[in-house]
């Protein structure tokens, strides 16, 4: 089913990315952004990665549209002690204030992987988002995330990663309730069976006593293969099906096609997004088009030599005839 279960699903809030780790930072303010290696051990060479990765590279070509204005405001109090400040007026999301930290141990068990991160952030109203990465070593990995709504614990989830040499086990629990016997528990899988091809499996089991017979499992199959500027990656199980594309067209555009079919919700999603960088220019931009016929972009513009970054986008739905216009402005990129 290709279920993605990275994060809580109760709030559309995600938490902003942590800080790279001291050592591995992206350079001075003053400096246009570098790319950087990623860095990989012997051992780890040959891992295909978490099973939430299988369609990252399509993915991640896609915008996230935003509504209204929004101001951040991010400080580094020290190497390992990061926060931030946030303002955000829309009709549609949630609006207000909110205060969001960030903290890296000094401990590495790798150049790349911090021994401990900490990120949270919070509203006026007590609401909170919090999320935990603890790196055992360079093979085990624990996830905890946890969201706080009107003084309650609207979701919770505990993740563990193990990655082999050629292969990647993950475990996961979702809102695990004895005493009301309901929650979501889903094993992952993958194994590389060339540096370029990959498969995998992945079951869910949900407990509910709405659920006719207290219980429903699904299970799904997937694979990735990876070319040299272009990566295939799908899913087909009891859940439905998906497929995605990736491809490098040159060292400015990027694009990427997603379809995927939910038998649950009765429904086919397609888009077609792609990016579009000018890193000499310090400007990026993310667009796409869906089968709903709404188009979408986000700009992005370092203001260099300051540490600023200001971000315009647009979204408009040919068939609502509805239009929407966001604009953010951040300080301390």
């Not at 099906?241 to 990427?256: A, D, K, P, S, T």
Request: charged letters at 15%; one cysteine or more; glycine letters at 10%.
């Amino acid at each position: 089913m290709g279920m993605n279960i990275s994060r809580c699903e109760a709030d559309p809030t995600i938490l902003p990315p942590p800080p790279p780790p001291p050592g591995q930072g992206g350079g001075s303010l003053n400096e246009p952004p570098q790319q950087q290696e990623t860095y990989v051990s012997e051992k780890l060479k040959n891992n295909p990665g978490s099973y939430e990765e299988l369609h990252k590279k399509c993915k991640e070509l896609f915008p996230l549209p935003f509504e209204g204005a929004k101001v951040m405001i991010n400080k580094s109090l020290n190497q390992g002690f990061h926060i931030s400040h946030s303002i955000t007026m829309s009709s549609i999301t949630p609006s207000g204030y909110r205060f969001g930290s960030t903290y890296i141990s000094a401990g590495m068990v790798s150049p790349q992987d911090p021994a401990f991160v900490l990120i949270a952030d919070i509203d006026p109203s007590a609401n909170l988002n919090a999320q935990g990465i603890v790196n055992y070593n360079e093979n085990l990995r624990f996830k905890y995330a946890s969201q706080i709504m009107n003084s309650k614990f609207a979701s919770t989830q505990l993740t563990a990663d193990y990655r082999g040499r050629e292969w990647t086990a993950t475990g996961t629990i979702v809102n695990p309730n004895i005493f009301n016997n309901t929650g979501i528990g889903v094993v992952q899988f993958l194994q590389a069976i060339t540096p370029k091809i990959t498969v995998g499996a992945e079951i869910m089991l949900q407990k509910s006593p709405q659920i006719p017979g207290g219980r429903t499992t699904m299970l799904s199959l997937c694979g990735r293969y990876t070319g040299d500027e272009s990566v295939w990656s799908g899913f087909a199980g009891t859940g439905g099906l998906g497929l995605c594309y990736y491809r490098r067209l040159n060292e400015e555009i990027q694009i990427g096609f997603e379809i995927e079919n939910s038998i649950v919700q009765q429904q086919t999603n397609v888009a077609l997004g792609y990016q579009f960088d000018l890193p000499k220019a310090n400007f990026s931009m993310k667009a796409m088009v869906d089968n709903n016929w709404t188009v979408t972009g986000v700009l992005e513009k370092r203001l260099l030599p300051m540490p600023f970054m200001l971000s315009l986008c647009g979204s408009l739905n040919h068939v609502k005839s509805q239009f929407r216009l966001g604009c953010g402005f951040t300080v301390g990129v």
